[in-house]
């Protein structure tokens, strides 16, 4: 993985270095066309996302992903090998359901870091005008809002039938909250992870502790996406007195010590398009890939940009 351009104009350009880009770009490759990721973070993963809190390196994306594919199971198998990934649980239910849950051995990011060794990414740079970054082809792998914007001022969207069922693509956001606890909370179980089913409030507590991540007991809670968009423009202090008094059960005796609020706006797409990936134009090619097609979740958009990059390399 590198933090500089290749010498010569790539033949694709991949916008994005989340699972989705990543795949993308890994099987570009591997079909022998010269990739460049272009990341405006400093570092893979998107919302596969770690942090360092107080001294703590803890997950406060996504949580877990789970494998049902074929072709993402061999994936996780050499990423297993590798020690990029471990089995968290079985389920989060009790009994639990023996379906495995699967994280980062150090975080969510490892995954990630894994898929992108070898690739070229250039880090810190933020996508406006994708001329400016000449390419056979292009993927875009942010949220479609982002991605039509970029498309937008690139004058590189699709036909205007197409272009309108994209821009009706719709996210859920998701607030979440980080709380740093001077002891461990009893009442979440053992392996860490507690999931909420239809709550109206919460959908995910961790205790990173507990999850092998952290030193100290550091919870990662994810507001429903109800309470999330009732809660998304209320202050911090707001968020907190009243996530703190929604899981005061869980915290017991436990006293918080330090906190720290994120906003995901994209957490999620409200429908997910049929195909997992839409693939248009000739000089240059365009293709949209991640979650929000065909699959949700990290091994939904890992098969997206796979497909994106499976429709670019026939066309190329």
Not at 30 to 41: F, H, M, S, V, Y
Not at 304 to 313: C, I, M, P
Request: glycine share 8%; charged share 20%; hydrophobic share 40%.
């Amino acid at each position: 993985m590198t933090s500089t351009q290749s010498n010569g104009c790539p033949d694709v350009v991949v916008v994005g270095a989340g699972i989705s880009g990543l795949a993308a770009a890994r099987e570009l490759q591997a079909n022998g066309l010269k990739t460049l990721i272009i990341e405006r973070d400093t570092t893979v993963g998107g919302r596969m996302a770690a942090l360092d809190f107080e001294g703590n390196h803890i997950d406060h994306g996504a949580q877990f992903f789970t494998v049902r594919s074929d072709e993402f199971a061999a994936i996780i198998q050499q990423a297993t090998k590798a020690g990029a990934v471990t089995e968290w649980t079985k389920g989060f239910e009790d009994p639990p359901d023996g379906f495995s849950r699967w994280r980062g051995t150090r975080s969510m990011t490892d995954l990630c870091r894994w898929l992108a060794t070898g690739l070229d990414i250039q880090f810190g740079n933020p996508v406006n005008d994708l001329t400016e970054i000449p390419a056979s082809a292009y993927v875009l792998t942010p949220p479609v809002p982002e991605s039509m914007a970029i498309l937008t001022f690139s004058k590189l969207l699709p036909p205007p039938p197409l272009a309108i069922d994209l821009a009706r693509i719709a996210y859920k956001p998701t607030i979440t909250l980080i709380l740093l606890l001077d002891q461990p909370p009893k009442a979440i179980p053992d392996h860490g992870g507690l999931q909420f089913l239809d709550d109206p409030e919460l959908a995910f507590v961790t205790n990173n502790q507990a999850k092998g991540l952290s030193e100290a007991p550091v919870l990662t809670i994810h507001l429903s996406n109800d309470l999330s968009t009732q809660l998304w423009t209320a202050s911090d202090d707001e968020i907190i007195d009243r996530v703190t008094t929604r899981i005061a059960p869980l915290l017991e005796h436990a006293a918080v010590e330090g906190n720290h609020i994120h906003r995901w706006r994209y957490a999620g797409p409200v429908e997910v398009w049929p195909e997992p990936t839409v693939v248009w134009g000739s000089n240059p090619v365009v293709a949209l890939a991640g979650e929000a097609f065909a699959g949700p979740k990290v091994e939904g958009a890992y098969l997206s940009g796979v497909a994106a990059a499976k429709e670019l390399s026939r066309t190329l």
